[in-house]
């Protein structure tokens, strides 16, 4: 029997193409059927970490259902400032439990533990995302978490560790969290630095940039200031603070 080297190379390419599309169906298939899974767990991480930056409960001992549940009856988000060039979506975290079908009140005082604002910028290496939890009163800090992040291991990675993170959080480093009211004019509401004698007027706002990650740090503190400078005006806008100077 004769060898066909046309027929052999058509068999060769056509077994490929049949395998290679029997792998690809079975890996969209899995994907499909993993898709729901993999973004509950994105959607859980998200509200675990929320959870825990509000300390409305020890996400340690919390299941992944009872966490889910404790967000949803303590955590909305709200539009503020709507319809003006300051519009924000914020994070309301409550003290108490709400009925399933209540909407977040950012005027709601009484209840309101804090609020979460969205911190984003371009980082060393790429875009960094969380929230800066805030005392209803926008004065002070009640903590800090970066959700995503691209930035060097052991360097700049290091914005989610407790030590960095610590700054942030009252009975940290600062005993009632950071100021972040109004600063003098031309200063930044928070400094991130290297380390300041703790009677310099800039103490009370002031985070030791990371070691080595000079440029995360920077970072980190331009937006940082600029999305506080933009959270207090869009809470102006709503009428829940006086205007900035």
């Known amino acids: 029997m004769s060898f066909d080297p046309n027929k052999s190379r ?27 899974i993999v973004e509950r767990n994105e959607r859980l991480l998200t509200e675990r970490a929320i959870v825990e930056l509000f300390g409305l409960g020890d996400v340690g001992q919390l299941s992944g259902d009872e966490t889910e549940a404790l967000y949803d009856r303590r955590v909305r988000r709200a539009t503020i400032a709507k319809g003006t060039p300051e519009e924000m979506e914020v994070l309301l975290a409550y003290s108490q439990d709400l009925p399933s079908d209540a909407e977040g009140d950012p005027g709601d005082k009484a209840r309101l533990k804090g609020y979460g604002v969205p911190i984003r910028g371009v980082g060393f290496w790429a875009v960094i995302e969380g929230y800066l939890a805030v005392t209803p009163d926008a004065a002070r800090t009640l903590g800090i978490v970066f959700l995503r992040h691209s930035e060097t291991p052991g360097l700049g990675g290091r914005i989610t560790e407790d030590q960095f993170r610590r700054w942030f959080r009252p009975g940290g480093a600062h005993e009632d969290g950071l100021n972040v009211t109004p ?20 103490d009370d706002r002031h985070v030791d940039a990371l070691t080595g990650a000079t440029g995360t740090s920077n970072a980190v503190a331009d937006f940082l200031n600029e999305d506080l400078a933009r959270f207090r005006r869009a809470l102006a806008a709503e009428g829940l603070l006086p205007e900035v100077p």
């Open 10 to 36: 058509a068999y060769v390419i056509l077994f490929a193409a049949g395998v290679s599309g029997v792998f690809t169906a079975a890996i969209m298939a899995l994907h499909v059927a993993t898709e729901p």
């Open 183 to 202: 600063p003098p004019q031309g200063e930044p509401y928070i400094d991130i630095g290297p380390p300041v004698e703790t009677t310099a007027p800039r």
